[in-house]
């Protein structure tokens, strides 16, 4: 009766005519893997720091400090969102306006790192100095 239909995956990366990947990766599903990951991580956190923000330490974190914590975490996720975006694009032949991909790998963990590591500060001077930390707010 009917044929079983072909797999929808690819067997190999798609290669240009030098036989280098069109996205610059050399293993874009490795990359997109990682993408994928990075995506719901910094959504998570993104929910964790706006959460912890404004119940747990509401009273030793000011709304600036929290907004300036989640803002890198926030590019963070998007960035990755738009080099999985860019990998699938060209998976299927299309041609992205702006392939970012390749620079998302350095800019998704750095963006990622200082947003944590800016809510972590701001936390941490709330603790140790404490007038420090009502000047700032």
Same mark, same amino acid.
């Given at each position: 009766?009917?044929? *079983? ?7 190999? &990366? %798609? $290669? ?5 990947? #069109?996205? @610059?990766?050399? /293993? ?34 000011? *709304? ?7 803002? &890198? %975490? $926030? ?5 990755? #969102?738009? @080099?999985?975006? /860019? ?45 420090? $930390?009502?000047?700032?707010?």
């Amino acid at each position: 009766m009917d044929e *079983p239909s072909p797999p929808l995956t690819r067997t190999g &990366p %798609v $290669a240009g005519p030098e036989g280098a990947s #069109l996205t @610059g990766l050399p /293993d874009p599903g490795l990359a997109f893997d990682y993408y994928k990951s990075m995506l719901s991580i910094s959504f998570a956190t993104l929910g964790g720091v706006l959460t912890l923000g404004e119940t747990v330490f509401g009273a030793r974190i000011a *709304p600036w400090q929290m907004g300036c914590a989640a803002l &890198p %975490v $926030a590019i963070s996720g998007l960035l990755a #969102l738009q @080099g999985k975006t /860019d990998i699938v694009q060209v998976s299927q032949g299309l041609k992205p306006p702006v392939d970012i991909s390749r620079a998302s790998l350095r800019l998704v963990p750095s963006f990622y790192g200082l947003g944590v590591g800016l809510f972590l500060a701001f936390l941490l001077i709330s603790y140790l100095d404490p007038e420090l $930390a009502a000047r700032l707010r």
